[in-house]
């Protein structure tokens, strides 16, 4: 590993790497690192140190809760020094079995993966059957119950374009605003599993897990989809659906440029 950044004329040039990660969200308590519990940029920054000889600070596209999964989550930081060519597997060599690393790249100088971040998708997988299957346990929301796939498809047309989630944010939170910009919204059956995916400029905490509860309400017809849709006008959370649990949900990918 090369001890010296790059400089240009005075300039000191300062590496920054972009880690595409993937991780099984079960075990821990989330992304943000926290004192004393297990956490996904605790455990990854803990090798990085190792893996550079420095202390590293990573900055996340998107922190997700306790339990939640990731297929394509990014993670940037910068080092003082040129990471080899051999960071990723490095760092799988030291991360935990349900945390992987699937590309480490060198990007543009002052490449930001949360600022820099132009969409987020996620996924939520639903298994829709009268018993439950032992592969899909922690990884799928079991649902046993009814299921109106036209009714689900329905609400997630209605989430496309600027709507307000105010329904599906909790009431204590730190967003000053409510707003997002819903790209693409659907419900799809393969078999036994019901997927929704969602993509959107960017989420606020449960509300994808929001959304998926009160949409299962109207699958069950405990109330309408005219109901779900006057939600998205800015209504108090009080009168949104419960929140589904987090192990059905992944953080799918995050769009740039």
Known sequence: MPNNVDTVG???????????????????????RQPGLRTVQGELETALATALREPITLTVAGRTDAGVHAHGQVASF????????????????LCPNDLAVTAATVVADGF?????????????????????SPFER?????????????????????????????????????HVRFRRDVLAASWQRHGDLLCFRIAADA??????????????EVSSGRRSVDDFTALLDGAPRSAGGDTAPPHGLYLESVGYG
């Open 10 to 32: 005075d300039t000191e040039r300062v590496p920054t790497v972009r880690l595409d990660l993937e991780y099984d969200g079960a075990g821990y308590r989330g992304w943000a």
């Open 78 to 93: 910068e080092t003082a020094t040129e990471p080899p060519a051999t960071l990723a597997r490095s760092l799988n060599a």
């Open 112 to 132: 930001d993966a949360r600022r820099d971040a132009r969409s987020r998708s996620y996924l939520y997988r639903l298994e829709a059957r009268p018993a439950p």
């Open 138 to 174: 922690g990884r799928a929301l079991w649902w046993p119950h009814r299921v109106d796939l036209g009714a689900l498809e329905r609400c997630a047309a209605a989430l496309v374009g600027n709507r307000d989630f105010t329904a599906f944010t909790p009431t204590q939170t730190d």
């Open 203 to 216: 989420f606020m905490r449960n509300m994808v897990r929001a959304l998926v509860g009160t949409m299962l």
